[in-house]
Structure formats: structure tokens, C-alpha cells
């Protein structure tokens, strides 16, 4: 792919720079002033946002005066076990001057006022969710767009971050009507204090009401979400034959499963339907889905695309979910699974699938300079980032390391995916 960089001279002034505001970056640079607050877990903090975006022919400079936005946010740390991570990654909301959450669009993303900073410390690649949410707006679904950017934290530099638009229900994000629920699965010790959830008996699962919140969540509302679901997990995991003609894919839709398993299979999510998943149901009229349970959209990826420590989960070769919570019957299922290779089939038909790999390809070269002085700031070269994973490269190798395994695991699934059709099955 040829972006080479790395020489002696270039990793000497790329540390440099970190400890200097005198750099010229391609990126938009986001500048985040706490006024010597510590940003923490909870609650936000309160601090202001500058964001620097010059014409494309010009190079942003840290020292640039704010000229895309600024304004206040509350901002905090986010993650489960990357917390523990030295790179931090963020949540903020963008707000007005009386401290409301406020609408706002950032550098050409729609309005929303809930953002992630994602630092990707776990991704020497710096590459995956940009790769996945790309793939996922390829194929039809919603996923949230990302921006690279370089981030400075009063006045001292942080590195490359994306930019990405936190999942909510939000014109342009998520769009359900005056019926809808937002779910998030999730496990039961990520569920915080003041959270509405609910679990299912028949697998433990914890689904977390993301939207409506508080006093906008009614309690009946609340009651039909949680028998919809408890009805389709009962259907899924013990079927009613006294009642024929009823299956849990009456509950589901169908095509948005079929979707979000391939994108999850193909990528190898070590994280898909145990947590950061979202589910949503809308019995408005003319809604997507029907009133059916649409699994989408996908989130959080670091832990994919061979980067998981779990050696089954990061080969090219194998299903991740075929003896997977939910998916093991969906495995078994005649419908879903010809839906399934059917659907892989016509992606890889239509380009779907390697236009990922154009997607890699030119996000890594708009990283190539700002990559240099981020690993100058965090030094991950030569060290094992995530237990399990492979020792961390320079950003060039990382880059090739994950196309190479993109391109192995789809040839793989090409060579597999027919005989998810079992023998014995009735014809369609």
C-alpha cells in the first residue's frame, strides 16, 4: 500500500511535536479546555470545545483560533475496560450556555449533541470502527460516521481520536416515532445506578431502555417492550408446538438480522450480543421494522477484525456465532441462514464487501503524519496492547496487518458459507 513512513529523522520530530503546539496537521484538531478540572467517569465536567477545520488546502495548527465551533460541553471519561487504558476516550455533550444539552453539527456530521472520542488505544490500526461503521452505511444500515481527529487537552496534545456520533434517537442518528424504544444488551455489571433494565429469564440477558428516558418512559410502554422480548426469547429457546404457525422470526426483523450477523461474522465482533448492542422497537405506523425487533445499528469495534486476544476469534478461518447466545438457532434455521449466504453472495457480487478495503486504504493515508506523532505520545510500538493480541507494529505494518486479514477472512467465508445450508433442508 506504500504509506512508509516511520524513518528515524520523522519518529524524532514527531516527539517532538507532542510536547509543542507548533504542528501542521491535515486533520481537524479539537481543543478541549477544562480550566484544570480532571476530567473523570462521572458526572461531566464542565469545559469548552474549539474545534479547528481550515479549507482543504490549508493545514490546521494548534494554535489556530477556534473557527468550525466553540462553544460549552460537559465531558467525561467512557469505556468499561479501557478505562483502564492511559489513552482515554471520551464522552461530551455539547451544550448551550445555561448547561442544556444542544444540537449542534461538527465538521459535517449531522446535529446531535451527544459525541464519542474515541482513542482507539487498543487499535494500532487506529482503523476499525471507521472500517465497520463504513461497511455497515455500504450495506443499507444505519452506523454512526466518524472524523479523524488530533485532540489537545489543555494545551498539552493527545493524539488522534475519532470523532463519531454517539448512538441516540436523534433526526439523522436513529429515527424512531412517538412508539419507539431504544435497547442496549448489555452485560449485568455495566448496568449503572438510575438505568431502567430488564432481563430475560430464559438466557440472563440484560437489555438496558436507552430511549425514552425518565418520565418519558411510561410504565406501560416499559411493560410492552419487556413481554415483546420475553415472548421472543421464549419462542427462540422453546418453541410452542401447540401453537404452530408462531416463531421467534415473527419477532424479528428478519432482514436487519440477517445484516447484522453478516457484518458482525464477517468482522468476527468479539463483542456483538454480549454488549454495546442496540436493539430498537417501533410500533409508530409506517416504521421501520414493522413493530419487530431491528438489531442495529453495530457499535464499538476495536475488539473485531483480529484484534480480540482470543485466538478462535481472531483467525480468518471459523464462525464466531454459530454456537453463539441468540444466533446458535439462527443457525439452525432454514429461512435465515438461505437469507444469509444469499444476502453475502450478492454483497461480494456488487463490490460491497472490498470496498472496504478503498475505505482502509485512504483513511490510512490521511493518518500517515498524524499516526507518527500520535505513537510519539503513546508508544505502543513493540509492546502487546490487548493480552492475546499480536505485539504492536508500526502504523504502516498495522494497516497492512488488518487488510490482509480482511481480504483472508472474506475468501474464507466464500469458500464456507454455502455449507451453512444443511443437508435435508427442504428447498426454498
Not at 18 to 41: E, H, K, M, Y
Not at 100 to 121: E, I, M, Q
Not at 419 to 427: D, E, F, H, V, Y
Amino acid at each position: 500500500m506504500g504509506l512508509g513512513c516511520g524513518a528515524q529523522g520523522q519518529t524524532t520530530l514527531a516527539a517532538q511535536q507532542v510536547t509543542s503546539t507548533q504542528f501542521n496537521s491535515a486533520l481537524p484538531i479539537l481543543t478541549l479546555d477544562t480550566a484544570g478540572r480532571t476530567i473523570v467517569n462521572e458526572p461531566k465536567t464542565s469545559a469548552r470545545l474549539g474545534v479547528i477545520s481550515q479549507p482543504s488546502a490549508h493545514l490546521n495548527t494548534p494554535t489556530d483560533p477556534p473557527n468550525a465551533y466553540q462553544g460549552p460541553i460537559g465531558i467525561e471519561v467512557r469505556g468499561s475496560s479501557s478505562q483502564a487504558f492511559p489513552k482515554k476516550s471520551y464522552l461530551f455533550e455539547t451544550r448551550n450556555a445555561s448547561g442544556k444539552a444542544l444540537d449542534v453539527p461538527l465538521l459535517g456530521l449531522p446535529a446531535g449533541s451527544r459525541w464519542v472520542l474515541n482513542a482507539a488505544y487498543a487499535d494500532p490500526s487506529l482503523l476499525r470502527d471507521a472500517v465497520g461503521y463504513n461497511l455497515s452505511r455500504r450495506m443499507g444500515r444505519n452506523a454512526s460516521r466518524t472524523v479523524p481527529v488530533e485532540v489537545m487537552l489543555n494545551g498539552q496534545y493527545l493524539g488522534v481520536y475519532l470523532l463519531e456520533e454517539k448512538p441516540e434517537v436523534a433526526p439523522g442518528r436513529i429515527t424512531l416515532g412517538p412508539d419507539g424504544v431504544l435497547l442496549q444488551l448489555t452485560p449485568a455489571d455495566r448496568v449503572k445506578p438510575g438505568d431502567i433494565s430488564f432481563k430475560l429469564p430464559e438466557s440472563g440477558t440484560v437489555f438496558i431502555v436507552e430511549w425514552p428516558k425518565g418520565k418519558n418512559l411510561s410504565a406501560a410502554a416499559l411493560l410492552d417492550i419487556q413481554r415483546f422480548t420475553t415472548a421472543f426469547a421464549a419462542q427462540l429457546y422453546h418453541p410452542d408446538t401447540a401453537a404452530p404457525g408462531r416463531s421467534y422470526l415473527d419477532y424479528l426483523d428478519v432482514d436487519a438480522m440477517v445484516d447484522y450477523m453478516l457484518l458482525n461474522e464477517y468482522l468476527k465482533n468479539a463483542d456483538a450480543l454480549y454488549a454495546s448492542t442496540y436493539v430498537t422497537r417501533d410500533t409508530s405506523p409506517g416504521a421501520q421494522g414493522g413493530g419487530k425487533l431491528v438489531f442495529g445499528p453495530v457499535w464499538d469495534l476495536d475488539r473485531g477484525l483480529g484484534n480480540s486476544g482470543t485466538a478462535a476469534l481472531d483467525a480468518p478461518a471459523g464462525w464466531t456465532f454459530r454456537t453463539a447466545l441468540f444466533t446458535e438457532v439462527l443457525y439452525d434455521n432454514p429461512t435465515f441462514v438461505r437469507r444469509f449466504v444469499a444476502r453475502w453472495q450478492d454483497l461480494r457480487r456488487s463490490g460491497v464487501i472490498d470496498s472496504v478495503l478503498a475505505d482502509l486504504d485512504r483513511d490510512a493515508r490521511r493518518l500517515t503524519d498524524p499516526a507518527s506523532r500520535n505513537f510519539a505520545r503513546w508508544p505502543v510500538e513493540g509492546t502487546v496492547v490487548l493480552p492475546g493480541t499480536p505485539t504492536a507494529r508500526r502504523f504502516p505494518e498495522e494497516v497492512e496487518r488488518l487488510r490482509s486479514w480482511l481480504i483472508l477472512r472474506a475468501q474464507w467465508m466464500d469458500a464456507n458459507i454455502s455449507s451453512l445450508i444443511q443437508p435435508g433442508w427442504p428447498a426454498p
